[in-house]
T-cell receptor, first 115, second 113 residues
Framework: NAGVTQTPKFRVLKTGQSMTLLCAQDMNHEYMYWYRQDPGMGLRLIHYSVGEGTTAKGEVPDGYNVSRLKKQNFLLGLESAAPSQTSVYFC??????????????FGQGTRLTVV | GESVGLHLPTLSVQEGDNSIINCAYSNSASDYFIWYKQESGKGPQFIIDIRSNMDKRQGQRVTVLLNKTVKHLSLQIAATQPGDSAVYFCAENIAGTASKLTFGTGTRLQVTL
């Protein structure tokens, strides 16, 4: 039972480079999320999706794009990385509201450093 | 090393004592609250949740108290163990908003032997 799996776990990028973070969940959850975690600031929502083919902006969406082509996958893209995007990124998933459980399940995180 | 949480408030508790971690939330429209535990290098892990129509909820060794009047949430851990050492986050959610969570800044719990 893998739950939420993120790849890669670590990455170092140069300013201006692009990359995609992959999130996969095997719980048949409708909702998926991308958060970033910075020191002393808790987790902040970047983008989220309420179902296959849908995406929406969260609290801090600038500089990121997302896609949800398959229900189980949620991709986070950085088109031109900046040092301000150095952070730990977490993917999460949950049932839709009214489902058997409401809490979100988180992946192990991706530590990204932009130099 | 782990850089997340460098400036977090810290609660030091002796093994076997009870721990109380507090959280103030700001949105009076929030109606669902969750406590997460985050160990070093790992993602947040669900501990316990409570809905706004409740004042108290108990789990295994944990109790969450909700005071909507002063917008305060607390997590009580009974008989704290070394394995409880982690950063604890409260999170809030409003029904009908796709279960998006707003997180607090977290509290680091250190259990001393």
């Amino acid at each position: 039972n893998a739950g939420v799996t993120q790849t890669p776990k670590f990455r170092v990028l140069k300013t201006g480079q692009s990359m995609t973070l992959l999130c996969a969940q095997d719980m048949n959850h409708e909702y998926m999320y991308w958060y970033r975690q910075d020191p002393g600031m808790g987790l902040r929502l970047i983008h989220y999706s309420v179902g296959e083919g849908t995406t929406a902006k969260g609290e801090v969406p600038d500089g990121y794009n997302v896609s949800r082509l398959k229900k189980q996958n949620f991709l986070l893209g950085l088109e031109s990385a900046a040092p301000s995007q150095t952070s730990v990124y977490f993917c999460a998933s949950s049932y839709s509201e009214g489902g058997p459980h409401t809490e979100a399940f988180f992946g192990q995180g991706t530590r990204l450093t932009v130099v | 090393g782990e850089s997340v949480g460098l400036h977090l408030p810290t609660l030091s508790v002796q093994e076997g004592d009870n721990s109380i971690i507090n959280c103030a939330y700001s949105n009076s429209a929030s109606d669902y609250f969750i406590w997460y535990k985050q160990e070093s290098g790992k993602g947040p892990q669900f501990i316990i949740d409570i809905r706004s129509n409740m004042d108290k909820r108990q789990g295994q060794r944990v109790t969450v108290l909700l005071n909507k009047t002063v917008k305060h949430l607390s997590l009580q851990i009974a008989a704290t163990q070394p394995g409880d050492s982690a950063v604890y986050f409260c999170a809030e959610n409003i029904a009908g908003t796709a279960s998006k969570l707003t997180f607090g800044t977290g509290t680091r719990l250190q259990v001393t032997l």
